[in-house]
């Protein structure tokens, strides 16, 4: 019922960040203010990351005090401290606030200059026997693409203990650019409107997002686990370049370098460091029921995309997509993944929370389903390519693992050795989706995918001119027998609820992003039982 009251009262605008009254009393001529919101994230059996930003700080070194406390009206405080916080890290403070107990809902805040911040909500992770862990996961979020409803979606739910976002977390795209078709008259033109390269630009783009109400609402009321994708640097990423990084716009060391620092200045995320190298897998066991283990299929190890580069021959990608030395995570997260999978033994299940689809996708013969006449945001001649190249059923996506078989082939080898029972996170391609994942040689699944649909990002159905409702989608799933649901058209969120005998999906999808008023359904459920993941997905 606390719960429940916070999220009520957090919605309805009862938790104010500040009132000129306090300001008054305090004798405090301050501007200071907490206009992008709280946020915790990286919970721990005993610590939790507690975030703010501080603004009209000009410049200022600033003190800045935090509480966590086991109640709503913060009468029960059961840690505080005091960090510091300058326009060297952009006015942000991150706090990984400690001695906390185990499986607790808690509530925290900040205060600066007499002025207090909004309450938010986390909840550190339990320990022991635990019967239910429940999940919200989502991905892609390109704010001039439409309104966060999937955000303030999953804020209204009590009963989420923390939120799984797999990337894409900001786009870097400027106006004009991808996804921006909308972006004028849903007032979500992106700040700054060039395509962000510099630090400052990076800044300013997520907080453009943070400011977002719905974003907010979500980060207050549940704590977040995270990983980057691409857009968080630039498109079609790898660790040496991106396929939207060129010569003029700088070294792409120095643009990797400024993007991670501002996502790590602005995400609630621990901050991690290997050799010098910023890295974000990582891993969280939630007592005897999962272990969710975050992996970088993007920056860390990842080799280029096979068909990268604008004339690439057929043959020439096929020879990379079965190069056994070109890497998807590289060889030492490869060894850390193992360890990893040892150690979480001891649990149930063995979550894999990564970028990018692992399922074979074959593409369809696109010809009978398109209508090239009809109304399209992509021109005939990118359309007719696609048609001329879906003749022979090619794999659709190559910057996904299927683009690195012998490392594919690895990885689920490894989920089959030392995985008890495996559950794949995969985002990236702005579509609903679970399937079977089944390595070369078996005949039974060795592991199951779960994706979400994007929170914005276009989806295929805004892209693709079919000749009727659902044929690409219809069709995909007739050649690709791994499928076991595919939903094109619709954005959402996946609500994974995981206990000791199953781990079930359901794909929570939009009616529309660009109205301020839409409905949510619930379109499909699927499950895989525990000790039996070769048997793969099922309705539920």
Partial sequence: MLRRNFVRATLAGGLLAWTGLLARITGAATRLSFEHGVASGDP???????????????????KVRWQVAADADMTSVISHGVARTSSERDHTVKVDAGSLPAGSTLYYR???????SPIGRTRTLPTGGVAQARLAVVTCAAYPAGFFHVYREI???????????????IYEHGHGEYATEHAEELGRIPEPRNEIVTLDDYRMRHAQYKSDSDAQAMHQAHAMIAIWDD???????WKNGAGNHQDDEGKWARRRGVAMRAYFEWMPIRNVAKRGRPRIFRSFRFGDLMTLIMLDTRFYGRDLQPDAGGNVERADIEAARQDPDRRMLGRRQERWLRRTLK???GTTWQLIGQQVMV?????????????????SSLSREFLEKMVEGSKDNPSMMLDTWDGYLPAKQDFLMDLDRYARNPVVLSGDLHTSLGGDLIPAGKEHPVAVEFMPSSVTSPVFGEYLPERYPCAVRDATMQLNPALKYMETDRRGWLCLTVTQSECRGEWHLLDGVRERTYSSTVDCRLAVRAGAISEGLHKS
């Fill in 44 to 62: 721990l059996v005993d610590r939790v990351i507690l975030w703010t930003r501080v603004s009209g700080a000009d410049g200022k070194s600033i």
């Fill in 231 to 237: 857009h968080e640097v630039a498109n079609d990423a």
């Fill in 343 to 345: 150690q979480a033994a």
């Fill in 359 to 375: 399922v074979p996708l074959k593409s369809p013969d696109l010809e009978p389903l398109l209508d090239l006449d009809a109304p």
């Fill in 110 to 116: 900040f205060e600066a200059g007499g002025v207090r």
């Fill in 155 to 169: 804020a209204r739910r009590d009963d989420i203990d923390v939120v799984i976002h797999l990337g894409d977390y």
